[in-house]
């Protein structure tokens, strides 16, 4: 994006480039600062302005670029003002890492002065300054991002013209082009993953699907690099698609389990019928899941129903740290992705597969108009949730060099329970019960106990476990340990309540960071509870429902009718019974009086030909009624007018009506009459030419009678005649003089112009020259006279 400066009087003026150099998947990359970097000879921080591209590849197929833009999208800056930068990536979806410069226009960096105005970090997890060049804005951590926002302070008055230098890490899923790096981190972590589900008609009104509206059943694992569940720019597999176009997981959970050791944890969460409801009525769903040093990747999907083939999800999300540690925390807004099995354009569009299969992409806000996520002006897509992945635990030696933060110190961690629970799927239970007391009051070994509650068992012939869990412990104050040289975790976020209905616990835990100096174990509480309240109707037949829904439209246009509504089971009962709770009601609708009927008619037929052959004109289209006549009047409309328009017609001349005939042009003998008219519309497209505009004819009105003249009129025109033969006798006699003898004159030339005044030309040239005719005396004649005088 290059804005060119324009002069100014009041403020700089400035233009802002975004070097996408892509290739291959890095795009104009930056790599990591060497030792070497910060040599005299590299001038200060130039070295970001020289990065060029690794290989000659070019734009990489079916992906665009990244967008760099300034808050108001100004065309000039304003001295000293503070303006919000957005990095954004419209397609694909994520991207690693960044880094920004403002330069003046026409210097490269290699000096303190080259670099225009000052940023600002808004947000210190998303970036920070650069150790080896202090103007430059770059990430905090190489995770992935959607959107970066920084501020940038205008330089003072007189700094000129600005170029926002950018270059990006974007993450496309490719391991072939982008390879994932090797896990340094020690021991093990345990992680929670937490899914939020935003899309609802407040967020997303248009199209939104209300009855059927559901995210499938969540289906993901930590892996190594050596498996991808799915990818930007790649291929679905048979699992991927049945998670995409059915929500079913059963295909890929098959696939994930097929990849052995190349999987620590499989990653499941249950379908959410509605998509969408408040976090008081329905706590949003978690799971956890482990990783270690090979296995420290992190992938998911599930599908938004209904949709042709739309999901959200991470893939290949890296919870290992280059400081050989373990990220802390993850949080990602989400945007739909195309599987590329389905064209469907809307959630409800009937099936039609793409053939070929298209690759995963993101989709975009101008991807088609009927689409639900559709914005003429390319705005980016609201997220429909968000997932936070936390960590939770670490396991084992760690050794990491540099702490996350402070209270990221590590320590051994007590054994942990089981990281997978193989509870079959048909068996339903309640959330544990908080622990027991231990059973010991003294410092002998006791145990304590917690209980689950089975609610359903949905197939008889697979048996449930156990509904009881134990652990050994012992009783309080059994060490002299100083609970000041405990160092403990915070709280983790709060389990689901333990009831599905009426009053239960939620509980939560923490753990411990480092252990007293002399061995003792810490006394500080490791879990805390708190009651909660679920539903106040806790019989166990009794079961949640949402509210009812709006009323359909009455079954009848006319007279009686009837229309239903509906209401959604949240909760079945705990007891495994059928909810007694009705789910439609329905009711008696009146309309008005069924004086007519609904007109039957036919689809409109096809628009007639244009009633002209050239210009503006009209066309019809018609449509029959098909229902019989007895039954009513239709006053339905079944004959449709439109204008239309063909090439021009060709316009002739048009002439004015002829004037009168003139007068004689003699009194006696022959003479001639003379009328004329005029051009009123010259010819157009073609038409035809305008016709003669003068016209002549002969006129005789007497002979002239010689003899009854008396002798004054006789002796004067004998003089006249006399005169005329003189002067002809005397202009031969010139011409004879002059050695020349001349041809008659020529007819008059065209007129240069068909009105407006144009002039005409005609020539007498010499028949004959003697032998004395000088060349100077025998010249050629001509005459000019004026014509077409008449407007145009």
Not at 751 to 766: D, F, N, P, S, V
Request: overall charge negative.
């Amino acid at each position: 994006i290059l804005l060119q400066p324009i002069a100014s009087k009041r403020s700089e003026m400035w233009r802002a480039a975004v070097l996408l150099l892509l290739t291959g998947c890095v795009c104009a990359s930056v790599p990591e600062e060497p030792a070497d970097r910060a040599t005299p000879s590299d001038g200060y921080c130039s070295w970001i302005t020289r990065a060029q591209p690794h290989g000659a590849g070019g734009r990489r197929e079916g992906f665009s670029e990244f967008r760099l833009r300034v808050e108001g999208d100004p065309e000039h800056y304003q001295p000293g003002s503070t303006y919000r930068v957005t990095l954004y990536a419209t397609n694909p979806a994520y991207f690693r890492g960044f880094t920004l410069i403002a330069l003046k226009e026409g210097h490269n960096g290699d000096q303190e002065e080259d670099y225009a105005g000052n940023f600002q970090i808004i947000d210190e997890e998303d970036a920070q300054f650069m150790t080896n060049c202090p103007p430059a804005v770059t990430e905090s951590t190489p995770r992935r991002r959607t959107r970066i926002q920084v501020f940038w302070i205008a330089p003072p008055s007189g700094s000129g013209c600005v170029l926002l230098n950018l270059s990006c890490k974007p993450q496309y899923g490719e391991t072939t082009d982008k390879p994932l790096l090797d896990c340094c981190a020690c021991g093990t972590a345990k992680y929670r993953v937490t899914f939020y589900g935003n899309w609802s008609e407040k967020l997303h009104p248009k199209d939104y699907p209300r009855r059927a509206n559901h995210w499938s059943a969540l289906i993901g694992a930590s892996h190594s690099k050596n498996y991808i569940l799915w990818e930007y720019g790649g291929y679905v597999s048979e699992g991927v698609k049945q998670v995409a176009e059915l929500g079913s997981p059963v295909k890929m959970e098959e696939e994930i389990r097929q990849k052995g050791d190349e999987v620590l944890t499989v990653i499941k969460m249950k379908a959410q019928w509605p998509a969408w409801q408040p976090l008081n009525v329905r706590a949003a769903p978690s799971a956890e899941f482990s990783v270690d040093r090979t296995r420290h990747l992190m992938s998911f999907l599930t599908m938004l129903g209904p949709s042709p083939d739309w999901n959200v999800g991470l893939s290949s999300e890296d919870l290992c740290t280059k400081e050989c540690g373990w990220v802390q925390k993850v949080v990602q807004d989400l945007i739909p992705w195309d599987a590329g099995t389905d064209n469907g354009v809307t959630y409800e569009s009937p099936n039609k597969p793409t053939t070929p299969q298209e690759k995963i992409r993101p989709l975009t806000s101008l991807d088609h108009p009927q689409s639900p996520f559709y914005d003429p002006e390319g705005g980016a897509i609201t997220p429909v949730a968000r997932v936070v992945v936390e960590r939770i635990a670490r396991k084992g030696e760690q050794c990491n060099i540099v702490p996350d933060n402070v209270d990221d110190i590590v320590a051994d961690i007590a054994q942990e329970e089981k990281e997978e629970d193989d509870t079959p799927e048909t068996c339903i239970y309640s959330n544990w019960s908080p622990w027991s007391a231990c059973s010991s009051s003294t410092c002998e070994k006791g145990k304590r106990m917690r209980q689950r509650m089975l609610k359903a068992q949905l197939d008889l012939s697979v048996p449930c476990p156990h509904t009881q869990d134990f652990e050994p412990c012992m009783g309080p104050g059994c060490s002299d340990e100083d609970a000041s040289t405990c160092m403990m975790s915070e709280w983790i976020t709060w389990s689901p309540c333990s009831m599905s209905c009426g009053a239960g616990v939620r509980s939560r835990e923490r753990y411990v960071k480092q252990f007293p100096d002399d061995g003792f174990a810490c006394t500080h509480s490791t879990e805390e509870t708190e009651p909660c309240t679920v539903n106040d109707d806790c019989s166990p037949s009794s079961c949640l429902v949402t509210e009812w829904g709006e009323w359909d439209a009455c079954s009848a246009t006319c007279g009686l009718g009837m229309k239903r509504r509906e209401r959604m089971v949240k909760m079945p009962p705990s007891d495994g019974s059928i909810c007694g709770a009705e789910v439609v009601e329905v009711e008696r609708c009146m309309m008005p009086e069924c004086h007519t009927i609904p007109c039957l008619l036919s689809p409109w037929s096809d628009w007639s030909d244009c009633s002209v052959t050239c210009g503006k004109g009209t066309r019809i289209r018609q449509r029959m009624l098909k229902s019989p006549v007895e039954l009513g009047e239709c006053k339905e409309e079944l004959e449709q007018m439109e204008k239309c328009m063909l090439p021009e017609c060709p316009m002739d001349c048009v002439m004015s009506e002829w004037s009168e005939w003139s007068e004689c042009s003699k009194s006696c003998g022959k003479g001639h009459l003379i009328r004329s008219r005029m051009i009123t519309l010259e010819p157009q497209f073609g038409g035809d030419l305008c016709p003669e505009t003068t016209q002549r004819k002969t006129c005789k009105i007497k002979k002239c009678n010689q003899g009854g003249l008396n002798s004054d009129e006789r002796k004067r025109r004998k003089e006249d005649r006399k005169k005329r033969r003189n002067k002809q006798g005397r202009e031969e006699s010139a011409d004879e003089l002059a050695g020349c003898k001349m041809k008659p004159w020529s007819a008059w030339i065209d007129c240069t112009k068909l009105c407006g005044g144009g002039i005409q030309e005609r020539l007498m040239t010499a028949k004959k020259r003697y032998k004395n005719a000088q060349v100077t005396s025998c010249k050629d004649r001509k005459e000019i006279r004026a014509c077409n005088v008449h407007p145009c």
